[in-house]
């Protein structure tokens, strides 16, 4: 099982600049794995990018619990960004 490596992956995407480390948190957030999809949507908060915050809304209705509340912190942090930024 390769899932932990994937969760790993995911963690260290977080802190990448690259435009194309989003892209592929993106595309991890449909991983079967529970924990990657956990780690995806932590390291979308941790990036701190609003433009991420329709995938990690998404993520609001995945199958597990974890998921789903580490979605929803995700989207308040990512809303207050929104929202600071407009003041």
Same mark, same amino acid.
């Given at each position: #099982?390769? =899932?932990?490596?994937?969760?790993?992956? $995911?963690?260290? /995407?977080?802190?990448?600049? #690259? *435009?194309? =480390?989003? #892209?592929? +948190?993106?595309?991890?957030?449909?991983?079967?794995?529970?924990? @990657?999809?956990?780690? @995806?949507?932590?390291?979308?908060?941790?990036?701190? !990018?609003?433009? +991420?915050?329709? *995938? $990690?809304?998404? +993520?609001? !209705?995945?199958?597990?619990?974890?998921?789903?509340? !580490? $979605?929803?912190?995700? @989207? @308040?942090? /990512? =809303?207050? /960004?929104? =929202?600071?930024?407009?003041?």
């Amino acid at each position: #099982d390769a =899932s932990p490596v994937r969760a790993l992956a $995911a963690e260290r /995407l977080a802190r990448d600049p #690259d *435009p194309k =480390s989003a #892209d592929a +948190l993106i595309q991890s957030r449909f991983d079967k794995k529970w924990q @990657v999809r956990a780690a @995806v949507v932590n390291a979308i908060a941790e990036r701190r !990018d609003r433009s +991420l915050l329709d *995938p $990690a809304i998404a +993520l609001m !209705d995945d199958e597990n619990d974890n998921v789903r509340y !580490d $979605a929803a912190a995700t @989207v @308040v942090t /990512l =809303s207050r /960004l929104r =929202s600071a930024r407009k003041k």
